[in-house]
C-alpha cells in the first residue's frame, strides 16, 4: 500500500510464512523493512527462538531505524501477544506508532471500539500514547497519513544532519528545489548503516 507497488510483499494464507527480514529501498532515500510477523512463527522450537532472536537484535541495534510501525488488526480486541510487543518496544527506547490495519473488514464502530481497548491496556505505561493510524491496504485508507509520518521522519533526520559544504554555494533561490536532495544524501553519509548493500 505505501509503495503503491502490488505484490511488493509476499504473503501467504499460511501464518508464518515470512521468514526473513526484506529490505525495499524507495525513490532512493529512504528504506521500508518488513520484518517477519511476531506472533506466528512456523517451525521448531528452536527455529523460532532464531527467528524471533533476530527481529529482536534487528530492532535494538540497527541504528538507523527511525520508526516502527506496530501492525494490529482492528478487528480484534487486545491480544496479549501485541499488548506484550508494545510493552517491549517502550521498554526498549524503539521509536514507533500504532497502526490498526483492515479497517475495511469491520464496522467504524468496532475499530473505535477495539482501538479504545487496546490504548487503555497501554495508557499507564505512557506520559503520552504514541501516534495511532488506521489503515486498509485494499482501500488505500490511511496511506497518506502514514507517508506523512515517514516524511517527517526524513524532515527531521535532515534537520539533524544540519548544513552541507554545498549549501553555501547554492543561490538562495535554487536553494528550495536542491536542499531536500542534499540533505538527504547527507543524511546518509552521517548514518553508516544506510550505506550498507541491504
Same mark, same amino acid.
Given at each position: &500500500?505505501?509503495s503503491?507497488?502490488?505484490?511488493?510483499?509476499?504473503?501467504s #494464507?499460511?501464518?508464518?510464512?515470512?521468514?526473513?527480514?526484506?529490505?525495499?529501498? &524507495?525513490? @532512493?532515500?529512504?528504506?521500508? %523493512?518488513?520484518?517477519?510477523?511476531?506472533?506466528?512463527?512456523a517451525?521448531?522450537?528452536?527455529?523460532?527462538?532464531?527467528?524471533?532472536?533476530?527481529?529482536?537484535?534487528?530492532?535494538?541495534k540497527?541504528?538507523?531505524?527511525?520508526?516502527?510501525?506496530?501492525?494490529?488488526?482492528?478487528?480484534?480486541?487486545?491480544?496479549?501477544?501485541?499488548?506484550?510487543?508494545?510493552?517491549?518496544?517502550?521498554?526498549?527506547? %524503539?521509536?514507533?506508532?500504532?497502526?490498526?490495519? @483492515?479497517?475495511?473488514?469491520?464496522?467504524?464502530?468496532?475499530?473505535?471500539?477495539?482501538?479504545?481497548?487496546?490504548?487503555?491496556?497501554?495508557?499507564?505505561?505512557?506520559? @503520552?500514547? #504514541?501516534?495511532?493510524?488506521?489503515?486498509?491496504?485494499?482501500?488505500?485508507?490511511?496511506?497518506?497519513?502514514?507517508?506523512? %509520518?515517514?516524511?517527517?521522519? &526524513?524532515?527531521a533526520?535532515?534537520a539533524?544532519?544540519?548544513?552541507?559544504?554545498?549549501?553555501?554555494?547554492?543561490?538562495?533561490?535554487?536553494?528550495?528545489?536542491?536542499?531536500r @536532495?542534499?540533505?538527504?544524501?547527507?543524511?546518509?553519509k552521517?548514518?553508516?548503516?544506510?550505506?550498507?548493500?541491504?
Amino acid at each position: &500500500m505505501l509503495s503503491g507497488k502490488l505484490d511488493l510483499a509476499r504473503v501467504s #494464507p499460511t501464518p508464518g510464512f515470512t521468514k526473513l527480514i526484506n529490505f525495499f529501498t &524507495m525513490n @532512493k532515500t529512504w528504506r521500508l %523493512v518488513d520484518l517477519p510477523g511476531y506472533g506466528f512463527a512456523a517451525g521448531a522450537r528452536k527455529a523460532k527462538f532464531k527467528f524471533n532472536h533476530a527481529v529482536d537484535d534487528y530492532l535494538k541495534k540497527r541504528t538507523s531505524l527511525s520508526c516502527v510501525f506496530a501492525l494490529l488488526d482492528s478487528g480484534l480486541p487486545p491480544q496479549e501477544i501485541d499488548v506484550r510487543f508494545i510493552g517491549w518496544l517502550a521498554r526498549n527506547s %524503539v521509536p514507533f506508532v500504532l497502526v490498526f490495519t @483492515k479497517t475495511d473488514k469491520v464496522t467504524p464502530a468496532t475499530v473505535q471500539a477495539n482501538i479504545a481497548a487496546f490504548t487503555d491496556r497501554i495508557s499507564g505505561w505512557f506520559e @503520552k500514547l #504514541p501516534s495511532i493510524f488506521s489503515c486498509s491496504a485494499l482501500a488505500k485508507q490511511g496511506r497518506e497519513e502514514l507517508l506523512g %509520518v515517514i516524511d517527517e521522519v &526524513m524532515t527531521a533526520i535532515e534537520a539533524e544532519s544540519g548544513p552541507t559544504p554545498q549549501d553555501a554555494a547554492i543561490p538562495s533561490e535554487d536553494l528550495a528545489t536542491t536542499s531536500r @536532495k542534499m540533505n538527504s544524501q547527507s543524511a546518509r553519509k552521517k548514518r553508516p548503516d544506510l550505506l550498507r548493500p541491504w
